[in-house]
């Protein structure tokens, strides 16, 4: 009881899939190392992009980032000089030029129903010095506006500047985390003040996903049916039963 849970890590290999696509067998923990040293790296360098997520795909000589951002033209730059500047980059720095690196960056539909991107964004204008409570209060009703059927947002920390710290959490519409086809999307930054950190999440709740759902390829494969007709052809069939006159 009370056992915390990342929602997506809950989600995983039921609707969601890994942001990690690669195989290995002994240099597996060189790898993943490599995978959170770019991910940080990327996000750190391109903080006003509002980077969603990430995702790397390995091959045997090359690699592929792929970066879901709001605001793809800070990553991009002029005529592309930013993305062959970050390509070199993570050749240079994180793999020893042992690989090649192709990226692809593709643009938010929705910003307002990523949870990572209105955390982001609550970070920054709390940054700004902008009272919390109309921070968060902005925020749920971007979100509620762009359609979701449930927000949360909670702060922690020493808001506005108070010695004493606390937490702090607004809610609208329902947040099902213990249903496991409910899609519902965490974000989770930190917002560096002059008084300290204060930690921001956001849950955002888009409904019921019978399926699996990809967000690099917004695509939804629906598995409903194929369980159900296996659910239904389990078993010989009997035959009905007659009475006799």
């Not at 990523?114 to 409570?133: C, G, L, N």
């Not at 609208?172 to 519902?184: F, W």
């Not at 917002?191 to 917004?218: C, L, M, N, Q, S």
Request: hydrophobic share 35%; charged share 30%; aromatic share 8%.
């Amino acid at each position: 009881m009370g056992h915390k849970v990342n929602p997506k890590i809950h989600r995983m290999q039921v609707i969601y899939s890994w942001d990690s696509k690669w195989f290995s067998k002994k240099d597996y923990a060189k790898f993943a190392q490599q995978d959170v040293q770019i991910r940080r790296y990327i996000k750190q360098k391109f903080k006003d992009a509002h980077i969603d997520a990430i995702c790397v795909e390995r091959g045997p000589k090359n690699m592929t980032v792929t970066i879901l951002a709001a605001k793809p033209g800070f990553i991009i730059g002029r005529g592309g000089q930013g993305l062959e500047t970050l390509r070199k980059d993570l050749e240079r720095k994180f793999l020893q030029m042992s690989l090649k690196v192709k990226l692809n960056i593709k643009e938010v539909k929705n910003p307002s129903l990523s949870a990572a991107v209105i955390a982001q964004t609550v970070s920054s204008d709390i940054e700004k010095r902008i009272p919390f409570r109309r921070v968060m209060k902005q925020a749920i009703d971007r979100v509620m506006k762009a359609g979701a059927q449930g927000v949360k947002v909670c702060m922690s920390g020493c808001l506005n500047g108070v010695e004493i710290s606390r937490s702090e959490t607004l809610s609208a519409g329902k947040i099902p985390l213990i249903t496991l086809r409910s899609d519902v999307d965490y974000g989770y930054v930190w917002a560096h003040t002059i008084y300290g950190k204060i930690g921001i999440k956001v849950w955002i709740y888009k409904g019921i996903v019978f399926g699996r759902k990809d967000p690099f390829t917004e695509d939804v494969v629906d598995t409903s049916k194929k369980k159900s007709f296996e659910h239904s052809n389990r078993g010989p069939k009997r035959k009905p039963e007659t009475k006799e006159s």
